[in-house]
């Protein structure tokens, strides 16, 4: 086994090493296990990522390449691999044509192109959600309905003719059983939301005003509201009009962020303002008293400059060098107060889903390294409330991406289970899943489950317990 794939790998650092794709979808049974798989972890654990099935045309983006699912489903002390790319419109297309046919975000679009200016790869997150995984675009557009534990693609899954498409990370209310959505286009209505009922039915949705185009990506939820993002990020307007796309940040802009009642109407929102920042994911939100809290990963400059340095990673343009950060929206008042909560960089962050919208306690951080690309050498878990934390890390030349919170059977606390993650060591081309106590994350891991193949660096995830699968 090589580190690296025999492709052409001369354009982008994330076709490389870690990163570069691979070219099988393969099934494993029994995978070898150094440790054990505890036999109080039942599931799957499912992550997306990026990998170009056909060489890229122009410029590559890490945001460009057609999604790809890979699977570890545990049982009975047992573990079963399985990757699987997500079978898009577009990739029906271009498996058809036996090329690329879309060229990436880094090259001017064509906005006459039949399919679209982008290619909806669907590569980017998952959620699950009324029965079903449902894969996602960062941009925004159809849910894609993936099987489990096959990962098979089912084909859109247009929420019952309700709802044509939504973008990345959703909210699911695992109280409610319902599923808060958002949407953001370069042409009006810039940003809408939506709340999908429990039966997979769109059962609210409207418009939110925004002065112009944003490029967003995420939202927080309460038990009774929803936080919506307006920064400063957006692609340049003069360049849109002329049909080209180039990402602009304005530092003069605050950054905002809508609250709304989760069933509200889009004239109801009320936007609080904060210094000037980006965030990629926020982490949770809840009510106290009078006040919203919100904790995510704030990044105060967004856009790559000339005298970065190595030690602060970037994906082109982009600049990742995000910190815990608590935001705290008075509703009496009407006043911001925010505090940063740590001095490490941390990003995906996740947590226990079960107590999502509620006062939660526990986050689960992937640690970036010092280096140019985005590469997370461990995690950390914290304490989102003093933040304290504890960290976990991978080794030498070893690197994860987002970690899942996964209940143990019977749990009843909130770290009572285990955190996930894929692992690839850039030395040698090996990849393992590595599973993590998450009352004792500072130990060895509890179990590290060998992949046959190379697991590549990809995005977000989610385990799946035993009892949902049906």
């Not at 025999?6 to 076709?15: A, G, Q, W």
């Not at 997500?86 to 064509?110: C, L, S």
């Not at 810039?190 to 418009?207: I, M, P, S």
């Not at 060098?321 to 996740?350: K, N």
Request: overall charge negative.
């Amino acid at each position: 086994m090589t580190a690296i794939d025999e492709r052409p790998t001369n354009r982008s650092i994330y076709l490389e090493g870690a990163f570069a794709p691979v070219d099988r979808e393969i099934d494993a049974v029994d995978c070898t296990v150094i440790g054990e798989v505890p036999t109080d972890l039942a599931g799957v654990y499912v992550r997306n990522g990026s990998n170009p099935r056909h060489e890229p045309k122009g410029r590559y983006h890490w945001f460009d390449g057609d999604g790809m699912l890979h699977a570890l489903h545990l049982e009975d002390g047992r573990a079963h691999y399985r990757n699987r790319w997500v079978r898009t419109e577009a990739f029906a297309i271009e498996d058809a044509a036996g090329e690329a046919v879309w060229r990436g975000i880094n090259e001017r679009p064509d906005f006459s192109h039949p399919g679209g200016p982008f290619k909806d790869t669907a590569n980017t997150d998952l959620v699950f959600h009324a029965g079903r995984l449902l894969a996602l675009w960062w941009l925004g557009g159809p849910c894609y309905d993936v099987a489990l534990p096959s990962l098979e693609t089912n084909g859109r899954f247009d929420f019952h003719g309700t709802l044509a498409g939504l973008s990345a990370h959703p909210k699911v209310d695992p109280v409610t059983g319902e599923m808060m959505v958002f949407d953001f286009d370069v042409m009006p209505p810039y940003l809408t939301y939506g709340v999908v009922g429990r039966d997979g039915r769109l059962a609210h949705h409207t418009e939110i005003e925004l002065d112009g185009p944003r490029l967003l990506h995420d939202i927080a939820i309460t038990d009774r509201h929803t936080i919506l993002c307006d920064f400063p990020l957006m692609w340049d307007p003069e360049q849109l009009a002329r049909g080209r796309t180039k990402v602009m940040f304005d530092r003069d802009l605050p950054a905002r962020f809508g609250i709304l009642p989760r069933h509200g109407d889009g004239a109801v929102v009320r936007w609080f303002e904060a210094s000037s920042c980006y965030m990629y994911h926020t982490i949770n939100a809840w009510e106290s008293g009078d006040e919203i809290v919100l904790v995510g990963c704030r990044i105060s400059d967004p856009l790559a400059r000339v005298d970065d340095a190595d030690e602060v990673p970037r994906i082109d343009v982009l600049r990742l060098e995000p910190y815990l950060h608590e935001w705290r929206f008075d509703l009496r008042t009407g006043a911001v107060r925010e505090r940063v909560l740590d001095d490490v960089m941390t990003e995906f962050p996740r947590m226990d889903n079960r107590t999502l919208g509620r006062p939660s306690r526990y986050a689960y951080s992937p640690r970036i390294a010092s280096a140019p690309a985005l590469l997370f050498d461990g995690f950390v878990k914290y304490d989102t409330g003093s933040g304290a934390s504890v960290h976990h890390g991978y080794g030498e030349g070893r690197f994860g991406g987002e970690t899942v919170f996964a209940p143990r059977v019977g749990s009843t606390g909130e770290d009572d289970g285990y955190v996930l993650t894929f692992v690839a060591d850039a030395r040698d081309g090996t990849s393992e899943c590595v599973i993590v106590d998450a009352r004792d994350v500072a130990g060895e891991p509890v179990g590290r489950v060998v992949i046959p193949q190379r697991v590549p660096i990809g995005y977000h995830s989610w385990w799946v317990g035993a009892e949902e699968l049906g």
